[in-house]
C-alpha cells in the first residue's frame, strides 16, 4: 500500500498562475483534507472532505478551491497563485473525521514568485 | 488566544534523559488528543493519541491527559538522537464538525 500520496513534489509557479495539486489515498478512507504547514504557525486545514461527495471549508481556504473526484482522490486547485501561497501542503486521510487518525502524504512545496 | 498552544522551543535534553512536551487547549469539550511527530523536511507522523483523562504509555512514550486543565503532555523515556524532531499536539474540538486543531509545534533536540 502506497498510503496517501500526493503530487508534485516541488513546484514553481508565478503569480497569478494556477495550478492543482493532486492527492490519493489507498486505504479506502472516507475523509481526507488539505493542509498547509507556514514556519512557526503549524498545520493549518485549508478544506476537508468528511465523505466522498462533500467538501468544507477549513480554517484557511481563501485563494482555494477542491475537488473529490472520488473516494481516492482530493485535489486542491489555486486559480491565481500569489505569494502568500508560498508554502508546503500537505494532504492527509482518516477513516472518518474526528477520533480517528490521520495519515499524511510526502507533501508538496509550492513557491510562488 | 490560540485554540491549541506549545511551546515553539527549542527544547534541547542530553541523550538518555527525559524529555517534556507540553500543550494546552481552550476548547474545554475536546474529546481527541494526538501527538505527531515530524521530521525535518518530512510529514507529520502519529505516535500517540489518548481519549481520556490520565496516562497513556506505548514504549519509551507517555502522553498524559489533563481535562480539567485543559492540558496533554507527551515524556519521552530515555531520550535517543533520533527523537530529535519537532513534535506538533493536535486536538479534535467538540461540535459536530470535529477537524483537528494543530498546534505550532515544540522542535526536541536529543544531544548525543
Known amino acids: 500500500n502506497a498510503g496517501v500520496t500526493q503530487t508534485p513534489k516541488f513546484q514553481v509557479l508565478k503569480t497569478g498562475q494556477s495550478m492543482t495539486l493532486q492527492c490519493a489515498q489507498d486505504?479506502?478512507?472516507?475523509?481526507m483534507y488539505w493542509y498547509r504547514q507556514d514556519p512557526g504557525m503549524g498545520l493549518r486545514l485549508i478544506y476537508y472532505?468528511?465523505?466522498?461527495?462533500?467538501?468544507d471549508k477549513g480554517e484557511v481556504p481563501n485563494g482555494y478551491n477542491v475537488s473529490r473526484l472520488n473516494k481516492r482522490e482530493f485535489s486542491l486547485r489555486l486559480e491565481s497563485a500569489a505569494p502568500s501561497q508560498t508554502s508546503v501542503y500537505f494532504c492527509?486521510?482518516?477513516?472518518?473525521?474526528?477520533?480517528?487518525?490521520?495519515?499524511f502524504g510526502p507533501g508538496t512545496r509550492l513557491l510562488v514568485l | 488566544q490560540k485554540e491549541v498552544e506549545q511551546n515553539s522551543g527549542p527544547l534541547s535534553v542530553p541523550e538518555g534523559a527525559i524529555a517534556s512536551l507540553n500543550c494546552t487547549y481552550s476548547?474545554?469539550?475536546?474529546?481527541?488528543f494526538f501527538w505527531y511527530r515530524q521530521y525535518s523536511g518530512k510529514s507529520p507522523e502519529l505516535i500517540m493519541s489518548?481519549?481520556?483523562?490520565g496516562d497513556k504509555e506505548d514504549g519509551r512514550f507517555t502522553a498524559q491527559l489533563n481535562k480539567a486543565s485543559q492540558y496533554v503532555s507527551l515524556l519521552i523515556r530515555d531520550s535517543q538522537p533520533s527523537d530529535s524532531a519537532t513534535y506538533l499536539c493536535?486536538?479534535?474540538?467538540?461540535?459536530?464538525?470535529?477537524?483537528?486543531?494543530f498546534g505550532s509545534g515544540t522542535q526536541l533536540t536529543v544531544l548525543p
Open positions: 493536535a486536538v479534535s474540538p467538540s461540535g459536530s464538525a470535529r477537524q483537528l486543531t
Open positions: 486505504m479506502n478512507h472516507n475523509s
Open positions: 472532505s468528511a465523505s466522498e461527495g462533500t467538501t
Open positions: 489518548i481519549y481520556s483523562n
Open positions: 476548547d474545554r469539550g475536546s474529546q481527541s
Open positions: 492527509a486521510s482518516s477513516e472518518s473525521m474526528g477520533q480517528e487518525t490521520q495519515y
